[in-house]
C-alpha cells in the first residue's frame, strides 16, 4: 500500500520567516495530494490540495509543489504569522481518477511560529 | 463547522467494554471515512463506506467493525476495549469515490479514553 513520509516532526520558526514542510510518497499511482492543518483540539481542515496533472499552486502564503518523478511534495508558507502554529498533515490519493479516494496521512508536522 | 456531526464527544470506559461512535456526513455526501488518531502514529485510516457499502479497509482492528445505514450516517464499534485504544477518533465524509474533488470533511472528532 502507499506509504506516505513527512519531515520534519516539529519546525520552529520567528514570524515572517517561511516554513517548509516535505513529503514523500511510495506509490506512483498516487495522484491526489492535500495538506490538513490542525489545530490543538480540533479538527483537520483542507487548506490547499494539487492533483498531478500540476506542479504548483498557490493560495495567497501557501503553495505547494509536486515532482512526480522523485514523488515528492512541499508545502511552503511565506510570512508566517503565529495563528499559522498548528499541526500539517500532508496526504496521499489515487483517488483523482480510479474512484478510489482513501487518504494516506503522513505522521504531521508541528509548526511553532514565535512572535 | 464542516457539517460533519460526531457524537459522543468524550467517551470513558473501561477495559474489555464496548461502545458506539456515531457520525452524521455532510448533505449529499455519500462516502464516510473512519480514522483513529493516537499521539505516536498520526492519522490512521480505519475504514471507509460508499453508500452503504464497505468500500476499503486500512489498519482496522478485527475487534472494530463499522457500518453505514440507509440513511448515511455510520457507527464504529469498538469491542473488547485495550488501553492502547485510547485515542481520538474521526470521521470525516466526501460527496463520493470519484470527482472533480475529493476533498474530505472532518467531524469534530469523540475522544475516548479506556481506564
Known amino acids: 500500500g502507499e506509504n506516505v513520509e513527512q519531515h520534519p516532526s516539529t519546525l520552529s520558526v520567528q514570524e515572517g520567516d517561511s516554513a517548509v514542510i516535505k513529503c514523500t510518497y511510495s506509490d506512483s499511482a498516487s495522484n491526489y495530494f492535500p495538506w490538513y492543518k490542525q489545530e490543538l483540539g480540533k479538527r483537520p481542515q483542507l487548506i490547499i490540495d494539487i492533483r498531478s496533472n500540476v506542479g504548483e499552486k498557490k493560495d495567497q502564503r501557501i503553495a505547494v509543489t509536486l515532482n512526480k518523478t522523485a514523488k515528492h511534495f512541499s508545502l511552503h508558507i511565506t510570512e508566517t504569522q503565529p495563528e499559522d502554529s498548528a499541526v500539517y498533515f500532508c496526504?496521499?490519493?489515487?483517488?483523482?481518477?480510479?474512484?478510489?479516494?482513501?487518504?494516506?496521512f503522513g505522521k504531521g508536522t508541528m509548526l511553532l511560529v514565535s512572535p | 463547522d464542516s457539517g460533519v456531526t460526531q457524537t459522543p464527544k468524550h467517551l470513558i470506559t473501561a477495559t474489555g467494554q464496548r461502545v458506539t461512535l456515531r457520525c452524521s456526513p455532510r448533505s449529499g455526501d455519500l462516502s464516510v471515512y473512519w480514522y483513529q488518531q493516537s499521539l505516536d502514529q498520526g492519522l490512521q485510516f480505519l475504514i471507509q463506506y460508499y453508500n452503504g457499502e464497505e468500500r476499503a479497509k486500512g489498519n482496522i482492528l478485527e475487534r472494530f467493525s463499522a457500518q453505514q445505514f440507509p440513511d448515511l450516517h455510520s457507527e464504529l464499534n469498538l469491542s473488547s476495549l485495550e488501553l492502547g485504544d485510547s485515542a481520538l477518533y474521526f470521521c470525516?465524509?466526501?460527496?463520493?469515490?470519484?470527482?472533480?474533488?475529493?476533498?474530505?470533511?472532518f467531524g469534530p472528532g469523540t475522544r475516548l479514553t479506556v481506564l
Open positions: 496526504a496521499a490519493s489515487k483517488g483523482m481518477n480510479s474512484g478510489y479516494s482513501t487518504l494516506t
Open positions: 470525516a465524509s466526501s460527496v463520493g469515490l470519484a470527482g472533480d474533488t475529493n476533498e474530505q470533511f
